[in-house]
């Protein structure tokens, strides 16, 4: 599975919002497109829907791996080290 591992700088509040996520991996290309991908209900998150563009993930979370889908054969795990 492709991964990506993220810095504590990459953080902003502790957290990281989803569409930040989705551009940092390469599943979208621009916000703009990561928030579209979002609204028409194409993203999953730990095989759950996401469905709001302000939905973050916190260092926790992202200590223990989120694995995002975007549609049915693009996916990436994010790991924070």
């Known amino acids: 599975m492709p991964t990506t591992e993220l810095s ?10 989803v569409m930040t996520l989705l551009v940092k991996t390469g599943l979208c290309a621009s916000k703009s497109d990561a928030r ?3 609204q028409q209900g194409g993203v999953t ?6 469905t709001d563009i302000a ?3 916190t260092a ?3 200590r223990k791996g989120v694995i995002l889908k975007r549609g049915k ?3 990436n795990k994010v790991i924070l080290k």
Do not use: C, T
Request: charge should be negative; proline fraction near 0%.
């Open 45 to 50: 998150a730990n095989d759950e829907k996401v």
């Open 60 to 62: 926790d979370e992202l």
């Open 73 to 75: 054969k693009s996916f």
């Open 55 to 57: 939905k973050s993930f």
């Open 8 to 17: 504590e700088s990459d953080l902003a509040d502790g957290a990281a919002d």
């Open 36 to 38: 579209r991908n979002v």
